[in-house]
């Protein structure tokens, strides 16, 4: 490979990594042409950027980054996908999927500015919530204690309506 074109894959990967916020590394070394297909196309979908690199070129996009990536260094050894989302958890539930046969393994990821290491940690990435679902909760637990307040106000509304009445018309 020529050195313009080393430079350029460099340059490409360096955009990746500022382009989305989450990547992970994984090793698809076990997977048949078939099953690569399928997990591209189930990539696709839920909107994940699958690409194949060279580890050597990765770990020069890596020094070129405003981001110190030096804890992912060491999963930089054999066959190396990377996996960009631009949502943290999304890319974990899909490996988590496929991962009953051990195949494909995660080496590493970066995810909500965080270092993962190791297949170990697929199951915590997975239940990584995003920003959304983070949103939403906090919204549910905001509104609850309000719906629960007008819900009894208003099942009430007669029983206290009569209670006005009757302190109204009590003489003093």
Do not use: W
């Not at 950027?49 to 070129?64: P, S």
């Not at 204690?145 to 009590?170: C, D, F, M, W, Y």
Request: charged letters at 30%.
């Amino acid at each position: 490979m020529r050195k313009e074109v080393k430079d350029t894959i460099i340059v490409e990967l360096g955009k990746q990594l500022t382009a989305y916020p989450h990547f992970y590394l994984v090793d698809l070394s076990g997977l048949n042409a078939e099953d690569t297909s399928d997990l591209r196309r189930k990539c696709f979908k839920k909107e994940i950027k699958l690409v194949m690199v060279k580890n050597t070129l990765l770990r020069k996009a890596f020094e070129a980054s405003d981001v110190d990536f030096e804890p992912l260094y060491d999963s930089l050894k054999g066959n190396t996908a990377v996996m960009f989302a631009n949502v943290a958890n999304v890319p974990g539930r899909l490996l988590k999927e496929y991962t009953k046969e051990g195949i494909p393994a995660l080496k590493a990821a970066y995810a909500e500015e965080g270092f993962y290491v190791g297949a170990d940690k697929l199951e915590e990435l997975a239940s990584l919530k995003s920003k959304n679902e983070l949103i939403a909760e906090v919204v549910a637990l905001l509104q609850s204690p309000a719906k629960n307040v007008i819900s009894a106000l208003q099942s009430s509304a007669g029983t206290i309506h009569g209670v006005l009445k009757t302190l109204g018309e009590r003489p003093e």
